[in-house]
């Protein structure tokens, strides 16, 4: 337990880095994930306990355009604003106006990775082109006030590097200037950039020339003239000039990037695409940030990440901070970024705790979320208000609303319905990102934040309350002599985890200090119950309770394992496949059969089945008549259950035409049978009275399997499966969806699969029949019956479909009762 409290597993993690669990550092990752999944719980405790101790922020205050303001906008005569989003002048305007009434930043919690729908081509402007007038008055509007304003961007850490366009699509190059400093060169580059051209920044001697990519000499000529340069030099483009490419990203990087003393940029996370403003917004008066929150693996976001690393080319490295972080360089005048100690410097005005990932807790000041989109903070205000004293503003009258917003810091984010959905917290779920952003950046103002103790304490604070577990069983174990005594015995762990809990807390509240609470606690529990466990364990015990809970109901095998572990009997819940099979027309073969031979027939044909389910590492649960119960899973844990019970179903259908001549001959049947899977958390264990109880399952997935066998005879069908069983196997098993299906009690509709084969003995012809199907169920779904009844048929006639002849029937139907608009496809189960 101290290995896994002190390995603590990656905050991001992509699906492709899940532990293997064939190697014992997978097991080991994977049970570290556990425990901290479970640490998770105690901290978000902590951090709501912390909340009801502290005040509110002040000092960031959230300017939310939410659906009230768009319905206000939309009631307004004002030319703009009746449509959004709005135009990117009118959110410039409103950063102008905040300004003005005293804010001493801006954060503009949006992203802009590409031009203004408003965006229009217009007429070279001195020294400068823009595609888009918008654009333009946007960052006019934020230059006026420079230094008051943040820009976000975000990131991604999966997926291919981000690359520069090609430069083959421009074969010539026109030069538009020479310049002796970079920022001048670059500040020229981002006029080409602004154009959609690719840019290139060549040195020559001491000073730099920039260059633009053009389609012919013609073209070179022309561009050089608009921008201002009398004699353009026109080039064929040469191989190395790739190298001095300058492209947007580059500029955006250029301006953005930070340098941090202490740290090594190899530990932060490493990101791969950006989305950054586009390159007209870019300018030296603005901040950029990253507005990226990553949750944990949860769901759940606890922080912020204030640095990461990009590489696009996996050479160059290059530190991107994130939007709380380029907030607080602008309000405390510098770029100076020192990391030591656990914590990151900015200037000598802030500081925050913060990893060697450059990850940042966040402090919330408040144990559940404000109303509104203020979330921690103190206070928000409607973006409306904002507005209506930009206008009262223009129209020279007094403003209405009193923001009061001297010398605080603004977010202003969009909370409407069409604003990302809100973020799940440990103070509540829903949170807009701006308020999450803007309490991390009130934590940096502060100079507060939570720390996480080292591994070392972390290591010793498990081993010691383990030794203090095993010392409680031993010591008080006399107690175990009746039963008043037993609930003292199990009373003294109690005692002890909740004392050690306690203190977690007080050093949580009152130093900011996060121990771990999950490890050591399970180090006590395992200790103090192993401990016990071992004292009074009885081995014959064991062997009678296996014996007779699973008497002949499993194999040999588990079996042994379960003599071995008998905790893989107790009751629990678990995710398992469940199958449910009936033969077809059982009922009327039990009255032409004489009862003799009907029991032969049977035993034949159970047991045929049930050495199939034991083949696949599957238990049957229960004979019903001559209904088949099974499932997988269970006792012995397996991630391919589904897999398993596709498997099973697919052999009995074998095994089933193999037996059947022999069984025809000699009782003078025929027999088919159809089966229903579907996966789902159940309750399994042993269950029943102290007289009987079997092992046994209860749960959704149950009664859903049940239900897929029972639809089989409405759509011909011999094995249908559900939804979570097709997206688990159809790795290596064809599926196709039958129909989707509403249940009773139920809102969401349900996808109905039926298993045609194993991916291996799928054959061409039967490749054209489903895809035949797929582009029918395409056109019935997008509402074109007449196409989708013209697919069926051929499916029937040419493939002897009979899911398609149900089709072809339904949309006979539809063609000659269209069904409402609202129409979505979704039938009552077991209705055509």
């Not at 008055?137 to 291919?160: K, Q």
């Not at 596709?646 to 009782?667: G, I, S």
Request: hydrophobic share 40%.
């Amino acid at each position: 337990m101290g290995l896994l409290v002190s390995q603590r597993p990656p905050r991001v993690a992509s699906a492709d880095e899940a532990p293997s669990l064939l190697s014992p550092t997978g097991l080991l990752e994977a049970a570290s994930r556990g425990v901290d999944s479970w640490e998770r719980v105690f901290y978000d405790w902590r951090v709501r306990k912390l909340g009801e101790r502290s005040e509110r922020s002040d000092r960031v205050v959230v300017v939310a355009v939410d659906d009230e303001t768009l319905a206000e906008a939309q009631q307004s005569v004002r030319p703009g604003i009746a449509a959004y989003p709005w135009p990117r002048q009118v959110v410039g305007s409103m950063v102008h106006r905040l300004v003005g009434e005293g804010a001493s930043l801006v954060v503009l919690d949006s992203l802009y990775p590409e031009l203004s729908p408003r965006a229009c081509t217009v007429s070279p402007k001195a020294g400068r082109s823009a595609l888009s007038e918008d654009d333009d008055a946007f960052r006019e509007l934020l230059d006026e006030d420079p230094g008051h304003s943040v820009l976000a961007f975000g990131w991604g850490s999966e997926g291919a590097r981000t690359m520069p366009l090609a430069g083959r699509l421009w074969p010539y190059r026109v030069r538009l200037g020479t310049y002796a400093a970079l920022a001048e060169a670059r500040a020229r580059a981002q006029t080409v950039l602004t154009l959609r051209r690719p840019a290139f920044v060549i040195p020559a001697g001491s000073a730099m020339e920039v260059w633009a990519g053009v389609a012919d000499e013609g073209e070179g000529r022309l561009l050089g003239a608009q921008l201002g340069e009398a004699q353009p030099a026109v080039q064929e483009r040469r191989a190395t000039d790739d190298a001095y490419a300058l492209s947007s990203t580059d500029l955006f990087v250029a301006m953005t990037e930070v340098v941090v003393q202490g740290l090594d940029p190899e530990k932060l996370v490493e990101v791969r695409q950006l989305q950054h403003p586009v390159t007209p917004l870019l300018g030296a008066a603005s901040g950029y940030g990253a507005a990226t929150l990553s949750a944990d693996p949860d769901g759940v976001v606890r922080g912020v990440p204030h640095l990461v690393l990009y590489s696009p080319r996996g050479g160059e490295r290059h530190v991107l901070p994130s939007l709380p972080l380029a907030a607080a360089m602008r309000l405390a005048g510098t770029r100076q970024l020192r990391y030591a100690q656990g914590r990151l410097y900015i200037g000598e005005a802030y500081s925050v705790p913060m990893d060697e990932s450059g990850y940042s807790l966040v402090r919330f000041d408040s144990p559940v979320a404000g109303r509104g989109t203020r979330g921690s903070l103190g206070r928000s205000i409607r973006g409306w208000n904002v507005l209506v004293n930009l206008f009262d503003a223009q129209d020279e009258r007094p403003p209405r609303f009193e923001n009061d917003l001297q010398g605080r810091a603004v977010i202003l984010t969009n909370t409407t319905s069409y604003a990302p959905e809100g973020r799940d917290t440990p103070i509540g779920h829903g949170l807009p990102g701006g308020a999450i952003l803007g309490q991390s950046l009130a934590n940096i103002l502060q100079s507060e934040g939570i720390s996480r103790a080292g591994t070392d304490l972390d290591l010793g604070l498990t081993v010691g309350l383990a030794f203090l577990g095993a010392f409680l069983a031993l010591s008080i174990s006399w107690l175990l002599r009746s039963l008043g005594g037993a609930l003292l015995y199990v009373g003294g762990l109690g005692a002890a985890a909740a004392g050690y809990v306690a203190l977690s807390g007080y050093l949580f509240v009152e130093d900011r200090l996060w121990v771990a609470v999950a490890g050591p606690l399970l180090a006590m529990a395992f200790a103090f119950v192993s401990t016990t466990v071992y004292a009074f364990r009885n081995e014959q015990d064991v062997r009678d309770f296996v014996h007779s809970a699973l008497g002949r109901y499993v194999s040999p095998e588990v079996a042994r394992l379960v003599a071995r572990d008998v905790s893989l009997m107790r009751p629990e819940r678990r995710k398992m496949t469940v199958y449910l099979s009936d033969i077809d027309g059982f009922t009327r073969l039990s009255e032409q059969m004489p009862p003799e031979q009907l029991v032969q027939l049977l035993n034949a044909y159970l047991t045929e089945m049930t050495a199939v389910v034991r083949s696949t590492a599957g238990q049957v649960d229960k004979y019903v008549g001559d209904a088949v119960m099974a499932f997988w899973g269970a006792p012995v844990r397996t991630d391919r259950h589904a897999h398993l019970a596709c498997e099973a179903a697919l052999k009995m259908r074998a095994v089933l035409a193999e037996k059947q001549p022999l069984w025809e001959k000699k009782f003078g049947h025929r027999l088919t049978f159809r089966a229903g899977l579907d996966t789902g958390e159940v309750l399994v264990g042993d269950m029943g009275s102290e007289l009987k109880s079997n092992y046994t399952v209860m749960g959704e997935a149950v009664n859903m399997a049940s239900r897929l066998e029972a639809a089989n005879k409405a759509y011909g069908t011999y094995v249908l499966v559900g939804e979570a069983t097709a997206q688990l196997a159809r790795d290596s098993y064809v599926f196709r969806e039958v129909d989707r299906v509403r249940l009773r009690n139920r809102a969401q509709p349900l996808r109905l699969h039926e298993l045609l084969g194993r991916r291996g003995d799928f054959t061409a012809k039967m490749q054209e029949g489903l895809t035949l199907y797929e582009k029918a169920l395409t056109a019935y779904h997008q509402r074109r019956f007449l196409d989708a009844q013209e697919h069926f048929r051929r499916c029937a006639t040419e493939y002897g479909d009979t899911v398609a002849a149900v089709y072809a029937e339904r949309c006979q139907g539809l063609i000659l009762a269209p069904p409402p608009e609202e129409w979505d496809g979704v039938h009552p189960l077991g209705e055509q």
